[in-house]
Nanobody
Framework: QVQLVESGGGSVKAGGTLRLSCAAS??????????MGWFRQVIGKEREGVAS????????RYADFVKGRFTISQDNAKNTLYLQMNSLKPEDTAKYYC???????????????????WGQGTQVTVSS
């Protein structure tokens, strides 16, 4: 059974930093067709892609609104995905979700329907 557990959310002031973590378990095989990503959602709005990374880290993608501020990375030895968030803005306030795609994800696109497994999310609140 695949489980994704996010942590690291919290409340910070604008300009601050947070580092989200996602501990993955139950993904029994590794393939270059797999990838992982971070999405976020504000109540009443669509869930949107933030950043993604291919298995092995060869490809990364970022939404335009986080480029230059957020960095996605993974530690395969620890089965953990990270999202380093710098220069946070109030508009980054959202619930952040970790997701995993087990196939068709060689280039790590930020396409929500492609992802098979989701965590429960961690809240990030940025005040001005």
């Amino acid at each position: 059974q695949v489980q994704l557990v996010e942590s690291g959310g919290g409340s910070v002031k604008a300009g601050g930093t947070l580092r989200l973590s996602c501990a993955a378990s139950g993904i029994t095989s590794t393939s270059s067709r797999q990838c992982m990503g971070w999405f976020r959602q504000v109540i009443g709005k669509e869930r949107e892609g933030v950043a993604s990374i291919s298995n092995g880290g060869g490809y990364t993608r970022y939404a335009d609104f986080v480029k230059g501020r957020f960095t996605i990375s993974q530690d395969n030895a620890k089965n953990t995905l990270y999202l380093q968030m710098n220069s946070l803005k109030p508009e980054d306030t959202a619930k952040y979700y970790c997701a995993a795609a087990v196939d068709s994800c060689v280039f790590a696109p930020l396409l929500r329907p492609l992802y098979d497994y989701w965590g429960q999310g961690t809240q990030v609140t940025v005040s001005s």
